[in-house]
């Protein structure tokens, strides 16, 4: 158990909510999982790269069920290496697929994607929607953020970047500031939109190894997954310590390995996407 900022604490023995364990394509099976997504029915929404495919799964379920994609290809109901997922506030389904260098909408229900953004896109990764209906992108390959409207359909340059952009999250109850995470680069990156350049920065090498996936909680403070260092580092908002919650050199069970998504659930559960594992592990506050 350890003890956190803003008086939270975490259990750090996991329960599996995601994947048996197993690489594979079965209804029970995840194959090198990344990004992770929890509604508030604590529903998991999951991108099982490998599969080409979302897949959902409902509390206390041993079984998912494909919502996007489900075999790899190009055709509006495949997928092809999806990263990145999100909703807004309608339900609608936003996913990077990557390989396929586009954005792809799902309406509730439906198996069939919609392209929002193509051609100008080079291996998106990660998506966030604002409060005002707007979809940023971090477009890794082109070295950009770029925010899509979603009511207009025009896309436009956030900024530019010597690093190549990966995670992507706003800041509680913020439609203009979010943190970005590079795969090329230890530090995330605080910007605010209209503001040249970036505003603060979080971690150095000492504290990030890789980073890819981040989240932030009603608190705003910042968690993200660490590849490198095999551990979920957390940026306390009230404080400014830096903490390892789960990994590293803590008692963390089972042993974290390739972390590559982390999200929470509206009662702040954390959840970690165990690559190597095929599987996401939940991570619940005491």
């Given at each position: ?49 490998v599969n080409g ?226 599987s996401v592990y ?5």
């Amino acid at each position: 158990m350890l003890i956190l900022g803003n008086g939270m604490q975490w259990n750090t023995t996991g329960v599996r909510v995601a994947g048996d364990g197993t690489e594979g394509s079965g209804a029970a099976q995840l194959k090198e999982p990344r990004c992770v997504y929890v509604d508030a029915n604590d529903t998991v929404y999951v991108c099982d790269t490998v599969n080409g495919r979302i897949q959902k799964w409902p509390k206390g379920a041993t079984t998912g069920t494909t919502v996007a994609g489900g075999s790899e290809g190009a055709s509006s109901n495949q997928l092809k290496m999806p990263l990145g997922l999100t909703f807004d506030k309608n339900g609608i389904l936003y996913v990077a697929d990557t390989e396929n260098h586009r954005i792809q909408k799902f309406s509730p229900g439906s198996a069939s994607g919609t392209t929002l953004v193509g051609s100008s896109l080079n291996k998106p990764y990660g998506v966030a929607v604002d409060g005002n209906n707007n979809l940023y992108i971090t477009d890794h390959d082109n070295l950009k953020v770029k925010r899509y409207n979603i009511n207009t359909s025009t896309l436009t340059d956030v900024f530019s970047s010597s690093n190549k952009p990966y995670g992507i999250a706003f800041l509680s109850n913020s439609s203009n500031q979010f943190y970005v995470s590079f795969d090329s680069s230890p530090a995330l990156e605080l910007w605010t939109v209209g503001v040249s350049g970036a505003t603060a920065t979080l971690g150095s090498s000492s504290t990030h190894g890789e980073p890819k996936s981040i989240a932030v909680d009603r608190y705003n403070n910042v968690y993200v997954a660490d590849k490198g260092k095999t551990q979920i580092t957390m940026y306390c908002a009230n404080s400014g310590s830096v903490k390892t919650i789960v990994g590293g050199s803590s008692n963390t069970s089972p042993s974290l390995d390739e972390p590559a998504g982390v999200a929470f659930d509206a009662n702040m559960n954390l959840y970690v996407t165990y690559k190597s594992l095929a599987s996401v592990y939940k991570f619940s506050l005491i």
